[in-house]
């Protein structure tokens, strides 16, 4: 397995030239995470930072559950336009190509698939190419793309026959599983397509949304594609299922597509692929500003020149090649998400189903993003952070609500209002270009206002969609001081999630001078006490009547996605009280030792990503700084299963970021960061502070495998003996130096 794997890292390396300088992009690896071990959740997606459509090769049909790029898979089955962004999220208005030779036309993906070889394949963000092989010959394709926009050059067999099968929408109730329910949509939905062989090109829509389940109608939504060819058509018809219908222009269905053949001289064949939400005719000016020709070079340079320009806004040096990889990878997956969704000054929003003016994002992870990726775009995006910010409260606008986690429309996926701590963290540090006001207002009524049958429905997870179900249980929790498990599910995680919520809106409502606000939220956001039951030692799951539930390690009942121990140090917004809850520091230090001691710690999901950190506040310091190192290798490796953990859009790989650097946002909306100890000599930030550029430079001196532990700390020279750093002395300083020793620095 080892040998295998690392053939991903020698072929990651194949645009650079023998002696040539390499450069940010150069060490990106998109393989790391695709590997079903690890279960990362990647994919070697083709396009722009922040691309509203990710184009890859398609080795399984896709659905929530599963990516539509596998790393373990022997099969090709076609090159998608795809919107999916994580594995538990769905794709919507995707579409698929698919080369072909040979005599039989074939064209549902089992039939359609060719195998290939990973030695044949070669990924980076801005081209893609492999060797597609069958008994048929071979055919090489390559891939690069803008945001909106693909091209394709595929080269076939001399002397054989040139097709390309187009699939423009895939309902497949074979698919179906627990999280996948294809009743409504094989009922209410048909995709479109008609081929144009005077103009070479076909054009559609598909209107699928793969998560539609979890979220409410939209008559009006499809995904919009214009595929055009630079070769004369010479063949063509459509099909339905598995029907072939020859000569036909124009077809709808459930699974359906269309093939075009070209003269069998023609061995190379170019495809232009143009994708859009709002119309054909938005598709096409689209194409006309991002494939105004048909350079294939120019398209991978351009691409490449775009994620230098993000990926170089921090530099590492003094490390080896192979960190290189997995560091500038990990950036590479925090420029994904989320996905840009206007297009040129107008967007369709999945919210009131209407076209708007203006700019627009989507696919927010928010109650994975919140913990550090988001903070570590206020950091490296300031600006494009308000924007984000602007484009939820759009969403706000047009449906009632901030949504949860939009895929593209409201879906009632995992808990909370973390858009509360996204907009908090921005707004404390001073990012403000957006509607402030309209931001507060959208924060008071996440946590005044619970959403509609609060106390008729449990809202389980991937319950179908009947309404927007925000702070589940919140009429519980406004009365009791928790969310009570016989009323309402995963209560312990709900509770300890909206506390930490309401401490985030309390922070705006104090800078805005709102005191009653201010006071009654800062009270909810000591509800976590409510549920910590100091005989057991844990937080646990309460019932209506005020009994408590005992569970055992392993029991997940009232808790999101883990269990006691996942969630017992979830308190981000008053560590001090929850530290006096537990009995004083030395009693909370050693809950801590236990938890890591016996491997309940579990880094591949979210909810204790900051428990290395709390060692800090019990003036331990030093044993965050030994996690910090195991951790930061343990769970990040140049490898398709070197993500341990679902990335979840860049919050993974945001942890990692912020670990090497030294420093971790443990309760964001605070300015604080709790230091780590970093893991590089050093790294070079550029960053924007009050409108101009500047650099701040991490030096860690002395820095080896034996010295891991913090000595001393200067900040412009100035020592700090803090184990936090605020966030203006941090955007303002020029130099952070840490002085590293063999020995912990004990007080």
Known sequence: MKNFYSLVLAFSLFTIPVGARRTAVDYVNPMIGTALKGEGGTAPFVGRPFAMTNFLPQTRENKMGT???????????????????????????????????????????????????????????YCYSVILSSEEGTIKTEMAAASRCSLLRFTFPQNGHVRLIIQGINLNPDLSDWCNDYTHR???????LRIDPERNEIVGYNPDRQSEQLGPE?????????????????????????????????QMGRRMGAFVEFSSSERQISVQVSTSFISIEQARLNMEKELPEWDFDRLCKETKTAWNQKLSKIKVSGISENDKSIFYTALYHCYLFPREFSEYGKYYSAFDDKVHEG????????????????????????????????????????????????????????????????????????????????????????????????????????????????????????????????????????????????????????????????HRLIQWSQNYKNIYNAEKGFMLP????????????????????????????????????????????????????????????????????HYIYLYDYCGKPWKTQE??????????????????????????????????????????????????????????????????????????????????????????????????????????ARTIRFVMSDKPAMP
């Not at 971790?664 to 893991?679: D, K, M």
Request: hydrophobic share 35%; aromatic share 14%.
């Open 67 to 125: 990516m539509a790029y596998v790393y373990d898979d022997k099969y090709i089955m076609g090159f998608m336009a795809s919107h999916q962004p994580t594995v538990w999220m769905g794709d919507y208005g995707y579409v698929s190509l698919m080369p072909q030779t040979g005599e039989s036309i074939r064209v549902l993906p089992e039939d359609r698939k060719m195998t290939f070889d990973h030695c044949d394949e070669k990924a980076t963000p």
């Open 542 to 609: 309460r019932k209506y009547d005020g009994e408590w539930i005992d569970l055992d390690d392993h029991n997940h009942h009232g808790f999101t996605e883990g269990s006691k121990w996942t969630y017992l140090f979830c308190v981000l917004q008053d560590i001090p009280g929850m530290i006096k809850l537990f009995g004083g520091t030395d009693a909370f230090t050693a809950k801590l030792d236990e938890n890591f001691e016996n491997n309940h710690y579990r880094h591949d999901n979210e909810p204790g990503h």
């Open 218 to 250: 939209l008559p009006n939504f499809k995904g919009y594609f214009v595929i055009r060819f630079n070769k004369k058509i010479s063949d063509f018809g459509t099909w339905n299922e598995s029907e072939i219908f020859n000569g036909e222009r124009e």
């Open 186 to 192: 094989m009922q209410n939905i048909k995709g479109w």
């Open 359 to 518: 700019i627009s994002y989507n696919d927010y992870s928010l109650w994975d993003t919140f913990r550090a990726f988001h903070p570590l775009m206020t950091l490296l995006e300031p600006e494009l952070t308000g924007n984000w910010i602007t484009s939820l409260l759009q969403m706000y606008k047009e449906g009632g609500w901030i949504p949860m986690w939009p895929n593209p429309t409201y879906t009632n996926i995992m808990i909370g209002t973390h858009a509360d701590a996204l907009i908090a963290d921005a707004y404390m540090k001073g990012i403000r270009n957006y509607d402030t006001a309209l931001a507060y207002e959208a924060m008071r009524k996440n946590a005044m206002t619970p959403p509609d049958c609060d106390t008729q429905r449990r809202y389980g997870d991937r319950d179908r969609w009947s309404a927007f179900e925000g702070r589940a249980g919140a009429s519980y929790y406004h009365t009791l001081g928790y969310v009570p498990d016989d009323k309402t599910a995963e209560s312990v995680s709900r509770t300890l999630e909206y506390a930490y919520d309401d401490w985030c809106t309390a922070q705006v409502a104090e800078e805005m001078g709102k005191s009653e606000d201010y």
């Open 627 to 732: 996690l910090v190192r195991t951790h930061t290798r343990i769970n990040y490796q140049n490898r398709p299963d070197g993500v341990n953990g679902n990335d979840d859009c860049g919050q993974m790989s945001a942890w990692y970021i912020f670990s090497v650097m030294g420093f971790y946002p443990v309760t964001p909306g605070s300015n604080e960061f709790a230091i780590g100890a970093p893991q590089f000599p050093e790294i070079q930030l550029e960053l924007t502070v009050n409108g101009k550029a500047k650099t701040l430079t991490i030096k860690a001196d002395n820095l080896s495998e034996r010295n891991k532990y913090i000595k001393d700390i200067y900040i412009d020279e100035k020592k700090s003996d803090s184990s936090f750093i605020n966030y203006f002395d941090l955007i303002n």
